[in-house]
T-cell receptor, first 117, second 112 residues
């Protein structure tokens, strides 16, 4: 199946731990994203990579570090987890937009629900 | 700063009862307005992109329209399987990467 897949689907951990979420897409896209959906269901962008280059880096604590080994993979590592990090994290991908061309829509994975206790 | 506000937050309809969802936006130079559908436990699924005022797009029982300040998602004769959260987003391009600013969504429930 062509898709954006992320693992794990659920992640329960204690405060202070370090954890990683992995994302892979086989859609042939060159741009990947991490979005965070909080308890009020707002989706907010965190990071975006294009061909392994960091393009968007929103105001996110530096405990969050994205890594893109190639254009099909984007991982998210979180150090020293805090209670407020509990949320659903979505990976997404698209083709790079720009110019007068219509922009391909983002394709989202099914999310990783992170619970910090 | 780009902002998107959706209303209502939640909407319950009977099967076959048509209605509309609203998305109001303020953005410095609209490049695109997106509608997504999100089912519980799933990621958002793309529905439509609108680029200019007056544009309309249709898919089955859904029709999206766009003005200079808002977009509407019209649902005609909905079925229970149309129950989902519908998200609206405006797009900014940053070096080719799409920064989407989302509204909080409208949770739609269609009762049989």
């Amino acid at each position: 199946d062509t898709a954006v897949s992320q693992t794990p689907k659920y992640l329960v951990t204690q405060m202070g731990n370090d954890k990683s979420i992995k994302c892979e897409q086989n859609l042939g896209h060159d741009t990947m994203y991490w979005y965070k959906q909080d308890s009020k269901k707002f989706l907010k962008i965190m990071f975006s990579y294009n061909n392994k280059e960091l393009i968007i880096n929103e105001t996110v604590p530096n405990r969050f570090s994205p890594k893109s080994p190639d254009k099909a993979h984007l991982n998210l590592h979180i150090n020293s987890l805090e209670l407020g990090d509990s949320a659903v994290y979505f990976c997404a991908s698209s083709l790079r937009g720009g110019g007068s061309s219509y922009n391909s829509p983002l394709h989202f994975g099914n999310g990783t629900r992170l619970t910090v206790t | 700063e780009d902002q998107v506000t959706q209303s209502p937050e939640a909407l319950r309809l009977q099967e076959g009862e048509s209605s509309s969802l609203n998305c109001s936006y303020t953005v410095s130079g609209l490049r695109g307005l997106f509608w997504y559908r999100q089912d519980p436990g799933k990621g958002p699924e793309f529905l439509f992109t609108l680029y200019s005022a007056g544009e309309e797009k249709e898919k089955e029982r859904l029709k999206a329209t766009l003005t200079k300040k808002e977009s509407f998602l019209h649902i005609t004769a909905p079925k229970p399987e149309d129950s989902a959260t519908y998200l609206c987003a405006v797009q900014a391009l940053i070096q080719g990467a799409q920064k989407l600013v989302f509204g909080q969504g409208t949770r739609l429930t269609i009762n049989p």
